[in-house]
């Protein structure tokens, strides 16, 4: 519930985009999620991203399940529709606005509880369907509504706050994403916002699924020693395999860069997106290479981050079921309706 | 003894082995008699089984256009040794039994009060086919080429349909002749001919279509303006989507050669509705079809349309329920299920189909409807209707009427109107809704399954909730006025009793009506083509002593929601109930009413009747 209304005042010196807004134009409602949440981070993130990439707010449309991450589309993006959906099933609630207006930018936003236990299966299925959005998982490993209980991200051995340890092992979404055929996968950490923010644009301009984990500390029911998704845990063990140097289409290249440690990305919106890479011997661009460096890596304890895996152009739902270019929502009677006379030819064959 | 002696007034059963090729040979007959002019109404009895189980075909022909399933089997064409006794047996005494005769049957497995066919179809098509299918394809022919002869059905309109069957495919169209006529030789040759049932050219179909509920449906999505349907196979809902899918192939795809559709097989029901309420909240026309079982995993989403105001499409095949119950028997089993599907207080809009051409159009109409309601809508149509071909009146479409996309407010509205999404501003209990991305600043909400106020924003106070609950039922009472009315049939001459029906029981209903006025009992009747129930089904009910209510599940689902929503006097409302997964019957209807009209009248304290 919100009871502090955000003031409308904007400071005058605040920078306007290419479009035309402030950063303020991209907030929403002020958060009602406890002080200090990892959640919080991520929504600014998205607004920043948002307005770097000059993007209409109204043009966005974010949808989400159910749980702290899904209510998250209410602070930020006000100007948008939002969509809070049941209990994991964003995906396919996404993926029916997705194929109504093929024209909007779809943000998807869900957590732990609602991926990776209840939604499973729809987080599978928008994946190998392709659908392009945006889709963010704020992964704590543990159920915060609902005070505390371990979600099926948690690792393995690790112990929730009241001391319990958990026995069962954790569902790696980024794993599952890069194995259904998800076109853009990544992870990042709520704590790195210079991490986020240019992998959340780099998935905004990508035109296919575009996953990101993104581990978000619950402040309150999984921050403890013990836990393997407290704020000190991921810092010591967040392991970035690449940086998004920049994104781009129009300027020009300046950075010097040493042969063989970037890779250049063709971008379905037509810009490039260059990757630094930070580990010598990763590929993001081959997914079997990138898929066994990722266990190999978590074997060790790694718990690595930045854009895992990206594919340049690889189509979406649409170019698969080669709907008109055209939104469907924007189609009437004369589109859709055959007529009278295709019925009386019908009703012909039928005698 | 004595044959059964009907000229275009009797049943056929056709007892066959599933995947054994029989099905289209089965239709191949039924159409030929409706070439003559006489009208059929063909049933597929069917397993839940590819190959191998057995399978049925039961053809009535009635001059008089009874379309509904009649009961008794006057002639069988036994063809599965599996299921011969039971097959035997159904025979209406002085009926005909026609069978395989290649190995003849001892005369204990027949009955003497039948008149017994038998004709060595294996034995003639080995010693004519080589190839194993072929053997097994052109004993189905080389049988409707023997019944032809033997109930005296024109061979040459055999022939037309044969030649459209195969358009374009000369060599089958010649093979399936030479079959054909194998067939009527033999019968020629060895068969007393015709029978004592046999068919006759009449004038009793005219311009009426032969088509199966699911192809309409499908088709009335088309026209409706169903940009986007999701689906998951469940029988017997699957082919609604493939009709659906086949018509958008012809007529929705533009001149760059793209689609003006969107088609998923979703992984489930779940995200089937999942899919339609996405797309429906964005304002693309949706639907999705499925029978029992999806409504059941559908109803957490049903529930948040009906809460969010979102309009939504859902065509029920309906099956015998309950669980996986008998997936290819037929029912009325899910109307509460649907009506009132969710947690919480909810109530949905029900279409009752009586014939394809009502899938057809009641399909179309609920697209128009959930857009105007912004609500979930529901199909309800059932396997009788669903899968199988009916006789019924052409389709019929005005190019003048153009959707009705209800209340959406534009970019130009929202520069000077106020926008409360879930406010009542014109005291139908209906919102204005926007569309994501009309307008850059203004117009924008939270959707959620979460309470909220009029201005969409998150509330838990009681009189927010009320405010919203309230316009919902007021919202409903406005659905009553805009769905299919009722259809009255009044008796010749003025009754205490009436009768209450809807969907696919309308062909016996009718037929038992005429059967009962014959006798001399009148009952007025209604068929419900929608809920929410109009003030005239109350006004019919009250107008009665007794008032039938007749319907095909166990617990009398449709009498339920009569008094719950009417608060009718249960006492009042006579249940006619027909579930045992056969198509209703005027027969089982007749005799019920028959029964209490005579109960009634020997009562001491009650003869009014």
Same mark, same amino acid.
Not at chain 2, 249 to 272: N, T
Not at chain 2, 553 to 577: F, T
């Given at each position: 519930?919100?009871?502090?209304?955000?003031?409308?005042?904007?400071?005058?010196?605040?920078?306007?985009?290419?479009?035309?807004?402030?950063?303020?134009?991209?907030?929403? =409602?002020?958060?009602?999620?406890?002080?200090?949440?990892?959640?919080?981070?991520?929504?600014?993130?998205?607004?920043?991203?948002?307005?770097?990439?000059?993007?209409?707010?109204?043009?966005?449309?974010?949808?989400?399940?159910?749980?702290?991450?899904?209510?998250?589309?209410?602070?930020?993006?006000?100007?948008?529709?939002?969509?809070?959906?049941?209990?994991?099933?964003?995906?396919?609630?996404?993926?029916?606005? @997705?194929?109504? @207006?093929?024209?909007?930018?779809?943000?998807?936003?869900?957590?732990?509880?609602?991926?990776?236990?209840?939604?499973?299966?729809?987080?599978?299925?928008?994946?190998?369907?392709?659908?392009?959005?945006?889709?963010?998982?704020?992964?704590?490993?543990?159920?915060?509504?609902?005070?505390?209980?371990?979600?099926?991200?948690?690792?393995?051995?690790?112990?929730?706050?009241?001391?319990?340890?958990?026995?069962?092992?954790?569902?790696?979404?980024?794993?599952?994403?890069?194995?259904?055929?998800?076109?853009?996968?990544?992870?990042?950490?709520?704590?790195?916002?210079?991490?986020?923010?240019?992998?959340?644009?780099?998935?905004?301009?990508?035109?296919?699924?575009?996953?990101?984990?993104?581990?978000?500390?619950?402040?309150?029911?999984?921050?403890?020693?013990?836990?393997?998704?407290?704020?000190?845990?991921?810092?010591?063990?967040?392991?970035?395999?690449?940086?998004?140097?920049?994104?781009?289409?129009?300027?020009?290249?300046?950075?010097?860069?040493?042969?063989?440690?970037?890779?250049?990305?063709?971008?379905?919106?037509?810009?490039?997106?260059?990757?630094? =890479?930070?580990?010598?011997?990763?590929?993001?661009?081959?997914?079997?290479?990138?898929?066994?460096?990722?266990?190999?890596?978590?074997?060790?304890?790694?718990?690595?981050?930045?854009?895992?895996?990206?594919?340049?152009?690889?189509?979406?739902?649409?170019?698969?079921?080669?709907?008109?270019?055209?939104?469907?929502?924007?189609?009437?009677?004369?589109?859709?309706?055959?007529?009278?006379?295709?019925?009386?030819?019908?009703?012909?064959?039928?005698? | 003894?004595?044959?059964?002696?009907?000229?275009?007034?009797?049943?056929?059963?056709?007892?066959?082995?599933?995947?054994?090729?029989?099905?289209?040979?089965?239709?191949?007959?039924?159409?030929?008699?409706?070439?003559?002019?006489?009208?059929?109404?063909?049933?597929?009895?069917?397993?839940?089984?590819?190959?191998?189980?057995?399978?049925?075909?039961?053809?009535?022909?009635?001059?008089?256009?009874?379309?509904?399933?009649?009961?008794?089997?006057?002639?069988?064409?036994?063809?599965?040794?599996?299921?011969?006794?039971?097959?035997?047996?159904?025979?209406?005494?002085?009926?005909?039994?026609?069978?395989?005769?290649?190995?003849?049957?001892?005369?204990?497995?027949?009955?003497?009060?039948?008149?017994?066919?038998?004709?060595?179809?294996?034995?003639?098509?080995?010693?004519?086919?080589?190839?194993?299918?072929?053997?097994?394809?052109?004993?189905?022919?080389?049988?409707?080429?023997?019944?032809?002869?033997?109930?005296?059905?024109?061979?040459?309109?055999?022939?037309?349909?044969?030649?459209?069957?195969?358009?374009?495919?000369?060599?089958?169209?010649?093979?399936?002749?030479?079959?054909?006529?194998?067939?009527?030789?033999?019968?020629?040759?060895?068969?007393?001919?015709?029978?004592?049932?046999?068919?006759?050219?009449?004038?009793?179909?005219?311009?009426?279509?032969?088509?199966?509920?699911?192809?309409?449906?499908?088709?009335?999505?088309?026209?409706?303006?169903?940009?986007?349907?999701?689906?998951?196979?469940?029988?017997?809902?699957?082919?609604?989507?493939?009709?659906?899918?086949?018509?958008?192939?012809?007529?929705?795809?533009?001149?760059?050669?793209?689609?003006?559709?969107?088609?998923?097989?979703?992984?489930?029901?779940?995200?089937?509705?999942?899919?339609?309420?996405?797309?429906?909240?964005?304002?693309?026309?949706?639907?999705?079809?499925?029978?029992?079982?999806?409504?059941?995993?559908?109803?957490?989403?049903?529930?948040?349309?009906?809460?969010?105001?979102?309009?939504?499409?859902?065509?029920?095949?309906?099956?015998?329920?309950?669980?996986?119950?008998?997936?290819?028997?037929?029912?009325?089993?899910?109307?509460?299920?649907?009506?009132?599907?969710?947690?919480?207080?909810?109530?949905?809009?029900?279409?009752?189909?009586?014939?394809?051409?009502?899938?057809?159009?009641?399909?179309?109409?609920?697209?128009?409807?959930?857009?105007?309601?912004?609500?979930?809508?529901?199909?309800?149509?059932?396997?009788?209707?669903?899968?199988?071909?009916?006789?019924?009146?052409?389709?019929?479409?005005?190019?003048?009427?153009?959707?009705?996309?209800?209340?959406?407010?534009?970019?130009?509205?929202?520069?000077?109107?106020?926008?409360?999404?879930?406010?009542?501003?014109?005291?139908?209990?209906?919102?204005?809704?926007?569309?994501?991305?009309?307008?850059?600043?203004?117009?924008?909400?939270?959707?959620?399954?979460?309470?909220?106020?009029?201005?969409?924003?998150?509330?838990?106070?009681?009189?927010?909730?009320?405010?919203?609950?309230?316009?919902?039922?007021?919202?409903?009472?406005?659905?009553?006025?805009?769905?299919?009315?009722?259809?009255?049939?009044?008796?010749?001459?003025?009754?205490?009793?009436?009768?209450?029906?809807?969907?696919?029981?309308?062909?016996?209903?009718?037929?038992?009506?005429?059967?009962?006025?014959?006798?001399?009992?009148?009952?007025?009747?209604?068929?419900?083509?929608?809920?929410?129930?109009?003030?005239?089904?109350?006004?019919?009910?009250?107008?009665?002593?007794?008032?039938?209510?007749?319907?095909?599940?166990?617990?009398?689902?449709?009498?339920?929601?009569?008094?719950?929503?009417?608060?009718?006097?249960?006492?009042?409302?006579?249940?006619?109930?027909?579930?045992?997964?056969?198509?209703?019957?005027?027969?089982?209807?007749?005799?019920?009413?028959?029964?209490?009209?005579?109960?009634?009248?020997?009562?001491?304290?009650?003869?009014?009747?």
């Amino acid at each position: 519930m919100t009871y502090i209304a955000k003031p409308r005042l904007h400071h005058p010196s605040l920078g306007k985009n290419k479009v035309g807004y402030t950063r303020r134009d991209y907030e929403g =409602k002020v958060s009602t999620l406890c002080a200090g949440c990892g959640h919080d981070s991520i929504s600014a993130a998205i607004i920043q991203a948002c307005w770097e990439m000059d993007i209409e707010p109204h043009r966005v449309a974010k949808l989400s399940g159910i749980g702290c991450s899904s209510k998250t589309p209410d602070y930020f993006l006000g100007a948008s529709h939002g969509f809070n959906t049941v209990h994991g099933r964003m995906p396919s609630v996404l993926t029916g606005a @997705n194929l109504a @207006n093929r024209d909007l930018l779809y943000l998807g936003v869900s957590g732990d509880g609602d991926s990776a236990s209840i939604g499973l299966g729809q987080f599978a299925h928008a994946m190998r369907r392709n659908v392009n959005m945006v889709y963010i998982v704020e992964n704590n490993g543990v159920y915060g509504l609902t005070k505390g209980q371990f979600s099926a991200t948690a690792d393995k051995g690790s112990q929730s706050k009241k001391g319990v340890v958990n026995a069962d092992s954790p569902v790696d979404l980024v794993g599952l994403a890069m194995q259904l055929g998800a076109s853009f996968v990544a992870r990042s950490f709520s704590g790195d916002k210079a991490q986020m923010v240019p992998l959340i644009k780099a998935a905004m301009g990508h035109g296919g699924a575009a996953f990101i984990d993104i581990i978000s500390p619950c402040v309150t029911f999984n921050n403890h020693a013990g836990s393997t998704r407290s704020y000190d845990w991921v810092r010591e063990h967040n392991e970035a395999v690449s940086r998004i140097d920049f994104i781009t289409g129009r300027e020009e290249i300046t950075a010097t860069i040493q042969p063989g440690e970037v890779v250049d990305v063709e971008q379905h919106d037509g810009t490039t997106l260059r990757l630094r =890479k930070l580990h010598t011997d990763y590929d993001p661009t081959d997914r079997v290479v990138a898929m066994s460096y990722m266990h190999a890596r978590a074997a060790e304890g790694e718990l690595l981050t930045g854009l895992l895996y990206v594919e340049g152009e690889a189509g979406d739902l649409h170019t698969a079921l080669n709907t008109s270019a055209r939104p469907l929502n924007s189609l009437g009677a004369a589109d859709l309706c055959p007529g009278t006379g295709a019925l009386d030819k019908i009703n012909a064959s039928l005698r | 003894m004595t044959q059964i002696t009907a000229t275009n007034d009797f049943v056929i059963k056709f007892a066959n082995v599933n995947g054994s090729g029989s099905a289209s040979a089965n239709e191949l007959f039924a159409k030929a008699i409706l070439r003559m002019g006489v009208p059929v109404s063909p049933r597929n009895i069917f397993p839940s089984n590819i190959q191998g189980l057995p399978t049925w075909y039961e053809v009535r022909v009635s001059e008089k256009g009874y379309l509904g399933r009649r009961g008794g089997i006057d002639m069988m064409v036994a063809m599965n040794p599996q299921t011969w006794a039971a097959d035997v047996e159904e025979i209406e005494p002085g009926g005909y039994l026609f069978y395989d005769s290649t190995r003849p049957r001892a005369a204990s497995e027949l009955r003497d009060d039948i008149t017994v066919i038998g004709m060595p179809l294996t034995e003639i098509c080995n010693a004519v086919y080589s190839d194993p299918r072929q053997r097994q394809l052109f004993k189905n022919i080389m049988y409707v080429g023997a019944l032809s002869v033997l109930l005296d059905v024109d061979q040459p309109v055999i022939e037309a349909l044969l030649g459209e069957q195969y358009k374009g495919k000369e060599k089958l169209i010649a093979s399936n002749v030479q079959a054909l006529n194998l067939g009527r030789d033999f019968a020629t040759e060895h068969l007393k001919h015709p029978l004592s049932i046999k068919v006759e050219q009449a004038h009793r179909v005219g311009q009426r279509i032969f088509v199966d509920g699911n192809t309409a449906a499908g088709l009335g999505a088309v026209y409706g303006g169903a940009t986007v349907c999701a689906w998951y196979p469940i029988t017997p809902s699957t082919s609604v989507a493939e009709a659906f899918m086949k018509y958008c192939a012809k007529f929705r795809v533009d001149a760059d050669g793209r689609h003006d559709y969107a088609i998923v097989q979703a992984e489930d029901e779940l995200a089937s509705i999942g899919v339609v309420v996405g797309a429906g909240w964005n304002g693309a026309r949706a639907f999705t079809a499925t029978s029992g079982p999806g409504i059941s995993l559908m109803t957490e989403f049903i529930g948040l349309a009906y809460f969010a105001e979102i309009p939504i499409t859902l065509v029920n095949v309906q099956r015998g329920g309950p669980s996986t119950g008998m997936p290819t028997r037929t029912q009325q089993a899910d109307v509460l299920a649907c009506a009132y599907a969710s947690h919480g207080d909810t109530k949905h809009v029900l279409l009752f189909p009586e014939d394809p051409k009502e899938c057809f159009e009641h399909t179309a109409t609920a697209l128009d409807l959930a857009d105007r309601l912004q609500t979930p809508v529901f199909v309800m149509t059932d396997l009788d209707i669903g899968m199988n071909q009916r006789l019924c009146e052409p389709f019929t479409w005005d190019d003048a009427r153009d959707y009705d996309r209800g209340k959406v407010m534009t970019a130009e509205d929202l520069e000077h109107k106020d926008f409360g999404r879930y406010k009542d501003v014109d005291g139908d209990g209906i919102p204005w809704r926007t569309l994501p991305g009309t307008h850059p600043t203004r117009g924008s909400y939270f959707t959620r399954g979460t309470t909220r106020d009029a201005y969409a924003r998150y509330s838990e106070r009681g009189p927010d909730y009320i405010y919203n609950v309230q316009r919902l039922l007021a919202k409903f009472a406005t659905a009553a006025a805009l769905v299919p009315q009722p259809v009255p049939r009044p008796a010749a001459k003025r009754t205490r009793l009436g009768v209450i029906f809807y969907g696919s029981t309308s062909p016996a209903m009718h037929e038992a009506l005429d059967v009962l006025s014959g006798h001399g009992i009148h009952v007025d009747a209604l068929r419900l083509c929608a809920f929410p129930f109009p003030d005239s089904v109350k006004e019919f009910i009250d107008a009665h002593e007794t008032v039938f209510v007749v319907e095909q599940n166990r617990d009398a689902q449709l009498r339920s929601l009569l008094v719950n929503e009417l608060e009718i006097n249960p006492a009042k409302l006579c249940k006619v109930l027909h579930y045992d997964g056969t198509p209703i019957t005027a027969r089982f209807i007749t005799q019920f009413i028959t029964d209490h009209v005579h109960e009634a009248v020997v009562a001491p304290v009650d003869s009014k009747f």
